[in-house]
């Protein structure tokens, strides 16, 4: 008998039984499919969620960090505008101070005797051209020495009055220009 079954032939499938065993290799095929497919999604979600997890998480260190070193930028600033302000205070408490001693200091006292010495010499000046005018009336013939002198003594008083102007512009902050015959010009 153990040769009948060798020598028995299997026996051709029907259309339908071929068909049955199809769908019957066909179900378990898609059941197969359907779970490895269902494994690599929760594989894949997984490493999607741990790869999120370890970027955000190096991220929110970081942000931590720089939020802590900024909280400390910020607390040394407030400190370094409480100090200026601070400083402020005094010195806006000085200014006063130091104005009376600019107006107190020997420059000032200076200047106020200049000022002074260029009115004698404009008054000393006035009252020279009336001694030439009554001299030249006196003497004959000195009208040419009269119109000489008087153009002298004329530009002298008014070097004398830009010296004065000068000097009381060192009171205000306006420039002194170049062309100053009190610094050296002749006249």
Known sequence: MADDKE???????SEEQRIAQLE?????SKILLFAIALFLIIII?????????FVFKDKGAESQETLASLQTEIENLNKKLNDMDGRLVELSLTV??????????SNAVMQQVLIAQEKDIQEFLTALRSATYDLAH?????????????TQIDAAVEMSEGRVNQLKQLQTSAPITQDDPFFGEEF
């Open 138 to 150: 006196m003497v004959p013939g000195s009208r040419a020495w009269l119109e000489l002198y008087s």
């Open 7 to 13: 020598t028995e032939a299997p026996e051709p499938l």
């Open 96 to 105: 006063p101070e130091l104005k009376g001693r600019i107006t107190n200091t």
């Open 45 to 53: 979600s997984v490493s999607i969620t741990a790869v999120s997890l």
């Open 24 to 28: 019957k290799k066909m179900g378990t």
